[in-house]
Structure formats: structure tokens, C-alpha cells
């Protein structure tokens, strides 16, 4: 009556497997929360910097054009201006014109904090925008 029984050796250690299996799961999810929030936010601030970029480009009007009363983009003028508000935002991107609407585009990687633990060292980032530029107000529309 007093004894105790032991569970068959092929069970012995099931236990421990099954912790080690648990706490890999919660690290992949403390880092899914921790890793993709910070992606989140940086996609965020990729897409700020990538309206912004496209805005500096718009703003970028044609002298000749305006000089003959037209408004214009100066489509080189344009994709530089962009191009290097990427640059001093930290995130170089890449600018176009077509169809007098400025485009940037933004793709780089930042690296993860828990992760890395089970390999994934970095997440990419990308953000597009396009802007144009204002007309105005036209009389009688």
C-alpha cells in the first residue's frame, strides 16, 4: 500500500521535452510582439519619411515653366530633392517622376532583439509614397 509507482522508462525526461518545447514558444512570441511591434513602427516612420521625400520633390517646379506661366515639375530637380531628404532622414531611397507625380521608395533592415535567438537577425522595412504638386485654385470651376 505504501508504494509508490514510477512511470515506465519510456516516459522518463517527456516532461523536460515539454518544457523546452514551451519556452521556445513563448520566446518566439515575446519576440513576434517585441520585434514586429518595433517593424511596425519603423515601417511607420519609413512611410512618414517616404511622403515627406515625395512632398520636397513636388515642391521641385520647373523655372522655365514658371516664367511662361505654366506649373511645372523639373522632373531632375525633382527625383534630387527627394532623394536627398532620404538621405538626411537617415533611409536612402530612391525617387521617379512620370506623369508630373513624384514617387519614393525606401527599403532597408533593422535589426531584431529576440529573434535573433532562433536565427531571424534582421527584418526588412519598406515604404512608398507619391505626391504632386498644387495647382491652386482656378477661377470659375
Request: glycine letters at 12%.
Amino acid at each position: 500500500m505504501g508504494r509508490s509507482r514510477r512511470p515506465p522508462a519510456s516516459q522518463e525526461g517527456s516532461i523536460s521535452a515539454f518544457v523546452v518545447l514551451m519556452l521556445v514558444a513563448v520566446f518566439v512570441l515575446i519576440g513576434l510582439v517585441v520585434d514586429g511591434g518595433a517593424a511596425l513602427t519603423a515601417r511607420q516612420a519609413a512611410t512618414d519619411e517616404a511622403e515627406q521625400a515625395a512632398r520636397a520633390g513636388a515642391g521641385s517646379l520647373s523655372l522655365s515653366a514658371l516664367r511662361s506661366g505654366v506649373i511645372e515639375i523639373d522632373n531632375q530637380q525633382a527625383v534630387i530633392s527627394a532623394e536627398n531628404f532620404t538621405v538626411v532622414a537617415g533611409h536612402p531611397g530612391t525617387a521617379f517622376v512620370s506623369g508630373g507625380t513624384v514617387t519614393v521608395q525606401i527599403h532597408y533592415r533593422i535589426d531584431t532583439q529576440v529573434l535573433g535567438i532562433i536565427g531571424i537577425d534582421s527584418l526588412p522595412v519598406s515604404a512608398s509614397a507619391s505626391a504632386v504638386d498644387v495647382k491652386g485654385v482656378t477661377v470659375g470651376s
